[in-house]
T-cell receptor
Framework: DAGVIQSPRHEVTEMGQEVTLRCKPISGHDYLFWYRQTMMQGLELLVYFNNKAVMDDSGMPKDRFSAKMPNASFSTLKIQPSEPRDSAVYFC????????????FGSGTQLSVL | DAKTTQPNSMESNEEEPVHLPCNHSTISGTDYIHWYRQLPSQGPEYVIHGLTSNVNNRMASLAIAEDRKSSTLILHRATLRDAAVYYCILRDPNYGGSQGNLIFGKGTKLSVKP
């Protein structure tokens, strides 16, 4: 299995632009998670899906962030408009179940908003 | 949410055992203890988890105190590749929301000297 695949690996954009991060979970995994990591805040859970439905997005800024999972093998995290404070590493993870199943993380997307 | 306390950093010599402590005095009866680690420039990876009994796998051992208020991750023979941030996380499988998900703290940064 190729593991969780994220794209792009690096993204540099200007403030105000739209940014779309992509994630392909491991086949057969029902749960998908988006995390953000910064030096100040560490790893923060933004949103997670169960069978393509959003289960909890309380960690996600609603005004500019949106997360979708149109099918079981693809998810996007969109930021519009982007701001410098969004600069971070964004990780996607998947698991078979939340109940003590281990999470598999992707390599992350390094986002820089200038 | 149940919280964990870990030292900010630890040092070890290569090929020696490493004991990484974690305190979780407010752990509930249904919380599992999970350990993840994050190597430089990579996403977190699962190490081990347990409830009451000590656990062993190919990566490490987990020793859980009898009262469950603390645990220790044991790397039996540290290598340079074990240099990473190690996270101790409590996870309640009975909750489908954020309490059941991985909430990362600051972790312990382990340095391994040759």
């Amino acid at each position: 299995d190729a593991g969780v695949i994220q794209s792009p690996r690096h993204e540099v954009t200007e403030m105000g632009q739209e940014v779309t991060l992509r994630c392909k979970p491991i086949s057969g995994h029902d749960y998908l998670f988006w995390y953000r990591q910064t030096m100040m805040q560490g790893l923060e859970l933004l949103v997670y899906f169960n069978n393509k439905a959003v289960m909890d997005d309380s960690g996600m800024p609603k005004d500019r962030f949106s997360a979708k999972m149109p099918n079981a093998s693809f998810s996007t995290l969109k930021i519009q408009p982007s701001e410098p404070r969004d600069s971070a590493v964004y990780f996607c993870a998947s698991s078979r179940r939340t109940t003590n199943e281990k999470l598999f993380f992707g390599s992350g997307t390094q986002l820089s908003v200038l | 949410d149940a919280k964990t306390t870990q030292p900010n950093s630890m040092e070890s010599n290569e090929e020696e055992p490493v004991h990484l402590p974690c305190n979780h005095s407010t752990i509930s009866g249904t919380d599992y203890i999970h350990w993840y680690r994050q190597l430089p420039s990579q996403g977190p990876e699962y190490v081990i988890h347990g409830l009451t009994s000590n656990v062993n796998n190919r990566m490490a051992s987990l020793a859980i105190a009898e009262d469950r208020k603390s645990s220790t991750l044991i790397l039996h023979r540290a290598t340079l590749r074990d240099a990473a941030v190690y996270y101790c996380i409590l996870r309640d499988p009975n909750y489908g929301g954020s309490q059941g998900n991985l909430i990362f703290g600051k972790g312990t940064k382990l340095s391994v000297k040759p």
